[in-house]
């Protein structure tokens, strides 16, 4: 079955097939990976949390009727398609990159365009990259500004005076739990000596560890 690019524009709820199915296009879908080097052990690498995909495709915007094509009625490759491209980056617009007849369905920005003609026919060839996006949400926070500080100061482990716990969640890492309770996360080993932790690199989700002031990490 014939695949069909699709954009949408989730900003004006419109969507655009485009005229030409490329020979192929490539999504990149992966994780962070974070290289701690540990003592007596050497680096280890370390599984993070997922990246955000890039997808990049190569159109042809046709100026002239093809067997192949997939619209009925001829459209100009500036006026139509290097425009609308053009306002999408410009306007950050929210779109969408599908692909008919599989799980591609992506929400994307288009990051970049490269376009340009090479034969003649005044067909246009355009380089097309995205970029995934994701959704920030606010986080409400009650009480006064007072507490909100005395809060962050705690959790930067700069001004904390008593011991703490903290139940490990699926993720997380000794190095990533020191950044944010210490600011450094170079005190993971000190942190898992504290815990009698014999493996660093090795914590359980829902395992509860001991956060003590900084000054009594030796």
Do not use: W
């Amino acid at each position: 079955m014939k695949r069909l690019i699709i954009i949408k524009n989730e900003d004006l709820h419109s969507e655009m097939i485009m005229p030409v199915t490329p020979e192929s296009f490539q999504v990149s879908h992966g994780i962070n990976i974070e290289t701690v080097n540990i003592h007596t052990l050497g680096d280890v690498a370390i599984a993070g949390y997922p990246t955000l995909a890039t997808i990049k495709i190569d159109l042809l915007f046709p100026a002239q009727n093809y067997p192949f094509a997939n619209f009925t009625k001829l459209q100009d490759p500036y006026n139509c398609y290097i425009d609308l491209f053009t306002k999408y980056i410009d306007n950050r617009a929210n779109l969408r990159f599908v692909v008919s007849n599989t799980t591609v369905n992506i929400p994307v920005k288009l990051e970049n365009m490269d376009y340009g003609e090479k034969d003649g026919t005044n067909d246009v060839y355009a380089g097309l990259a995205f970029h995934e996006r994701r959704q920030l949400k606010a986080v409400q926070t009650q009480g006064t500004a007072k507490s909100i500080n005395h809060t962050r100061s705690l959790s930067s482990g700069k001004t904390q005076t008593g011991t703490q716990s903290y139940t490990v969640k699926k993720g997380d890492t000794l190095s990533a739990i020191c950044r944010k309770y210490y600011g450094s996360s170079s005190l993971y080993g000190k942190l898992a000596s504290y815990n009698g932790i014999k493996n660093p690199s090795l914590i359980y989700a829902g395992h509860t560890i001991k956060i003590p002031p900084k000054s009594q990490l030796r």
